[in-house]
């Protein structure tokens, strides 16, 4: 018999069909091309995306999120006669951002206590004196001439005042008098301590601090806040807009004689030599008048400040609640 011719070598057979290599090899070729035409575009992507880094967003510095307007400023007289008015300063419209950037400045937020030691200069005569304070309400002052046994000591508790040593005998409105010198003279981390305190955190921000009209003094643009509930009576703070530190303070209290009295704070600013921004001191003026210069020697925060060195003593002389 004779045998069929088996077919040509230039097909495969694939599941039973017989397919030509030709058109094999194109299409596994036309495969092989795809995939690294694939790969090759997603390689060039990744290495793209190296080179150029992540998209970002330019974030807005705190100063220019503020809401600001430009208006007249009055300006209010000072002994000296030292104002000199600007020109239309900004005004800052956001109480928490001007916080913001006070507690930024002076790192007040960072402070939990501190003593100052120093000397204060009254009448031709110079005394020594030291401030203490602890977070969040705690304040004592104690000071004696450099050359004399005479000791005076004042104290809040943040209820009670009091005052002890061996000063000489005072009228209930010479003591209150004294003692609301002492809590304006202390209190330099007050408004840090206000914010976020738990008498804001109960009441609101506006229960303890209020944003006023901005105001010039002396030369400073300034952001003007009132403090109140928290210290017996309320504080009325300028704040330099440029550097964001306290640059004067001042308070309507009862006088020696029982009268109103304006006292007035006139801080002299942090020389840099700490990294909390405490005053290096400050004058003190009643109703226009100087009454005292301070000048601090030494700044310490952040000690082991106990609460009991805040109470009244056994032997003092006074005590009031001063509200």
């Given at each position: 018999?004779?045998?069929?011719?088996?077919?040509?070598?230039?097909?495969?057979?694939?599941?039973?069909?017989?397919?030509?290599?030709?058109?094999?090899?194109?299409?596994?070729?036309?495969?092989?091309?795809?995939?690294?035409?694939?790969?090759?575009?997603?390689?060039?992507?990744?290495?793209?995306?190296?080179?150029?880094?992540?998209?970002?967003?330019?974030?807005?510095?705190?100063?220019?999120?503020?809401?600001?307007?430009?208006?007249?400023?009055?300006?209010?007289?000072?002994?000296?006669?030292?104002?000199?008015?600007?020109?239309?300063?900004?005004?800052?419209?956001?109480?928490?951002?001007?916080?913001?950037?006070?507690?930024?400045?002076?790192?007040?937020?960072?402070?939990?206590?501190?003593?100052?030691?120093?000397?204060?200069?009254?009448?031709?005569?110079?005394?020594?004196?030291?401030?203490?304070?602890?977070?969040?309400?705690?304040?004592?002052?104690?000071?004696?001439?450099?050359?004399?046994?005479?000791?005076?000591?004042?104290?809040?508790?943040?209820?009670?005042?009091?005052?002890?040593?061996?000063?000489?005998?005072?009228?209930?409105?010479?003591?209150?008098?004294?003692?609301?010198?002492?809590?304006?003279?202390?209190?330099?981390?007050?408004?840090?301590?206000?914010?976020?305190?738990?008498?804001?955190?109960e009441g609101g921000l506006d229960a303890v601090l209020?944003?006023?009209?901005?105001?010039?003094?002396?030369?400073?643009?300034?952001?003007?806040?009132?403090?109140?509930?928290?210290?017996?009576?309320?504080?009325?703070?300028?704040?330099?807009?440029?550097?964001?530190?306290?640059?004067?303070?001042?308070?309507?209290?009862?006088?020696?004689?029982?009268?109103?009295?304006?006292?007035?704070?006139?801080?002299?600013?942090?020389?840099?030599?700490?990294?909390?921004?405490?005053?290096?001191?400050?004058?003190?003026?009643?109703?226009?008048?100087?009454?005292?210069?301070?000048?601090?020697?030494?700044?310490?925060?952040?000690?082991?400040?106990?609460?009991?060195?805040?109470?009244?003593?056994?032997?003092?002389?006074?005590?009031?609640?001063?509200?």
């Amino acid at each position: 018999y004779i045998m069929a011719k088996p077919r040509s070598s230039a097909y495969i057979n694939i599941l039973g069909e017989q397919v030509s290599k030709r058109s094999v090899y194109l299409g596994v070729a036309g495969l092989v091309v795809f995939l690294a035409a694939l790969l090759g575009g997603g390689y060039y992507l990744m290495a793209k995306n190296r080179v150029a880094g992540p998209l970002t967003r330019e974030v807005p510095t705190p100063r220019e999120s503020f809401e600001t307007e430009s208006v007249a400023v009055a300006v209010p007289a000072t002994p000296g006669g030292a104002n000199e008015p600007t020109s239309q300063p900004a005004v800052i419209t956001s109480l928490s951002l001007l916080l913001d950037l006070h507690i930024k400045a002076t790192g007040f937020d960072e402070v939990n206590c501190f003593i100052l030691n120093g000397t204060v200069a009254a009448s031709g005569n110079i005394w020594d004196l030291t401030l203490m304070a602890r977070e969040p309400n705690l304040y004592k002052l104690k000071t004696k001439p450099t050359d004399a046994a005479l000791s005076i000591e004042y104290g809040y508790d943040s209820e009670r005042a009091w005052a002890g040593g061996t000063q000489p005998q005072l009228t209930e409105a010479q003591f209150e008098f004294y003692m609301s010198m002492m809590v304006v003279e202390s209190s330099m981390t007050h408004l840090a301590w206000s914010y976020r305190s738990a008498a804001e955190l109960e009441g609101g921000l506006d229960a303890v601090l209020e944003l006023r009209p901005a105001e010039v003094w002396n030369g400073h643009n300034c952001a003007v806040v009132v403090s109140r509930g928290i210290l017996p009576f309320p504080i009325t703070h300028y704040i330099d807009t440029t550097t964001y530190e306290e640059v004067y303070r001042r308070a309507m209290v009862r006088g020696e004689t029982g009268e109103a009295v304006e006292i007035e704070l006139y801080f002299t600013a942090a020389d840099g030599s700490t990294p909390h921004r405490l005053p290096t001191g400050y004058e003190l003026y009643v109703d226009g008048e100087l009454h005292d210069t301070v000048t601090f020697s030494r700044r310490r925060v952040n000690r082991v400040i106990l609460s009991s060195l805040f109470d009244a003593p056994s032997d003092r002389e006074y005590q009031s609640s001063l509200k």
